[in-house]
């Protein structure tokens, strides 16, 4: 069954670790129906069992309807500015002066605002749009506007996750005399264990988790695949996404033509910003997604491709906003392509292709 599942794998997004206490809680639907693999400090998010066309079909059916549409934006924009309220009122907490219980209560307060946040948010995700890359009158009215609201969602995740990560979780392991990385490893209930109990996980399973791990959640809840059953999950993925192709496809965001010297940016890594720096006026960018603080330099490139994302996330939006030529959701372009190499952008046809 395990495998069948697998084999159903549909990339979604590449993120830096996310931790196992975020994935493993029966409350966060929208990550229903996914494939989690962890490896090297990155997380791989892929659909399975068709999850990606369903949540396709209800996309288009909520934001095709007006009625609804003008209900999300305008519940976006309170919800948008009670998350300010709340980051706004957890920053004067002293944290260090909570008892384990009140830190614990603090975290689970902390954790429902997120999963409120995540609400509105996934119903923005790239997969629900497919459809409207035809023309869609009633649809592009919108457009913009979920866009930008989907914008400002983005900003607010690093102040709300500097909250729960930075603050809360920090407090817990210094408590417990732990690295923070070793808490990425522990399970929800795991987590309060810890939080409630002083209580760590056994050395051995942080051993096998941080060597690799894979995590599977559906209806009936999650399962986490380690050591053998690990390298299974990932030779299968491995097999189904090769980087053996010499054109690579995508969804056209913004159109264009363009030929050029890619500049490949991987978000994870630490000196992130002196990687930025180094994009000179004209190349192409090439990354696995762009954020917020990324624009500045996004204007100095000829075109933006991205292994992720849709025609609502964050490089298609800007893409749009400065008139590059925008190729999102290839998948692997950060795989395929290197910095220097000479690529071809069709952002008419959706295809990228190394020019010898």
Same mark, same amino acid.
């Given at each position: 069954?395990?495998?069948?599942?697998?084999?159903?794998? &549909? =990339?979604?997004?590449?993120?830096?670790?996310?931790?196992?206490?975020?994935?493993?809680?029966? &409350?966060?639907?929208?990550?229903?129906?996914?494939?989690?693999?962890?490896?090297?400090?990155?997380?791989?998010?892929?659909?399975?069992?068709?999850?990606?066309?369903?949540?396709?079909?209800?996309?288009?059916?909520?934001?095709?309807?007006? %009625?609804?549409?003008?209900?999300?934006?305008?519940?976006?924009?309170?919800?948008? !500015?009670?998350?300010?309220?709340?980051?706004?009122?957890?920053?004067?907490?002293?944290?260090?002066?909570?008892?384990?219980?009140?830190? =614990?209560?603090?975290?689970?307060?902390?954790?429902?605002?997120? !999963?409120?946040?995540?609400?509105?948010?996934?119903?923005?995700?790239?997969?629900? =749009?497919?459809?409207?890359?035809?023309?869609?009158?009633?649809?592009?009215?919108?457009?913009?506007?979920?866009?930008?609201?989907?914008?400002?969602?983005?900003?607010?995740? &690093? %102040?709300?996750?500097?909250?729960?990560?930075?603050?809360?979780?920090?407090?817990?392991?210094?408590?417990?005399?732990?690295?923070?990385?070793?808490?990425?490893?522990?399970?929800?209930?795991?987590?309060?264990?810890?939080?409630?109990?002083?209580?760590?996980?056994?050395?051995?399973?942080?051993?096998?988790?941080?060597?690799?791990?894979?995590?599977?959640?559906?209806?009936?809840?999650?399962?986490? !695949?380690?050591?053998?059953? =690990?390298?299974?999950?990932?030779?299968?993925?491995?097999?189904?996404?090769?980087?053996?192709?010499?054109?690579?496809?995508?969804?056209?965001?913004?159109?264009?033509?363009?030929?050029?010297?890619?500049?490949?940016?991987?978000?994870?890594?630490?000196?992130?910003?002196?990687?930025?720096?180094?994009?000179?006026?004209?190349?192409?960018?090439?990354?696995?997604?762009?954020?917020?603080?990324?624009?500045?330099?996004?204007?100095?490139?000829?075109?933006?491709?991205?292994?992720?994302?849709?025609?609502?996330?964050?490089?298609?939006?800007?893409?749009?906003?400065?008139?590059? %030529?925008?190729?999102?959701?290839?998948?692997?372009?950060?795989?395929?392509?290197?910095?220097?190499?000479?690529?071809?952008?069709?952002?008419?046809?959706?295809?990228?292709?190394?020019?010898?």
């Amino acid at each position: 069954m395990e495998k069948t599942q697998i084999e159903t794998a &549909q =990339f979604w997004a590449r993120e830096n670790h996310t931790p196992l206490f975020t994935l493993t809680d029966p &409350q966060k639907k929208d990550i229903q129906n996914t494939l989690i693999i962890y490896k090297k400090g990155i997380s791989n998010f892929y659909y399975i069992n068709d999850s990606e066309y369903l949540r396709s079909e209800k996309g288009y059916k909520y934001f095709n309807n007006k %009625p609804k549409v003008k209900i999300y934006l305008k519940n976006t924009k309170l919800k948008i !500015l009670l998350i300010k309220k709340f980051i706004n009122k957890q920053q004067t907490i002293n944290y260090q002066n909570l008892s384990n219980l009140e830190l =614990f209560n603090q975290f689970i307060k902390t954790k429902t605002i997120i !999963l409120r946040f995540f609400q509105s948010y996934s119903k923005t995700e790239a997969c629900n =749009f497919k459809k409207f890359e035809e023309n869609n009158l009633n649809f592009k009215e919108n457009f913009e506007e979920i866009g930008k609201i989907r914008l400002k969602m983005r900003e607010l995740m &690093q %102040p709300l996750f500097n909250l729960f990560i930075g603050d809360i979780i920090q407090e817990a392991i210094k408590r417990n005399k732990m690295s923070l990385n070793d808490s990425y490893f522990y399970t929800l209930d795991e987590i309060k264990d810890l939080f409630l109990k002083n209580k760590k996980i056994p050395e051995k399973t942080l051993k096998t988790r941080k060597e690799g791990y894979s995590v599977i959640i559906n209806n009936n809840g999650f399962k986490i !695949l380690t050591g053998k059953k =690990f390298l299974r999950t990932t030779k299968i993925i491995d097999k189904k996404f090769s980087t053996n192709t010499k054109i690579l496809q995508g969804s056209v965001a913004c159109q264009g033509k363009v030929i050029g010297i890619a500049r490949v940016i991987i978000q994870n890594k630490q000196n992130l910003k002196k990687e930025l720096s180094k994009i000179k006026d004209g190349e192409i960018l090439v990354t696995d997604m762009t954020k917020p603080e990324m624009i500045t330099y996004c204007k100095k490139t000829s075109a933006i491709v991205t292994d992720e994302g849709g025609i609502l996330c964050h490089a298609a939006i800007i893409s749009r906003e400065f008139n590059i %030529p925008c190729i999102v959701g290839t998948k692997i372009a950060t795989q395929l392509i290197k910095t220097g190499d000479k690529i071809e952008v069709d952002a008419i046809k959706g295809e990228i292709k190394k020019i010898n």
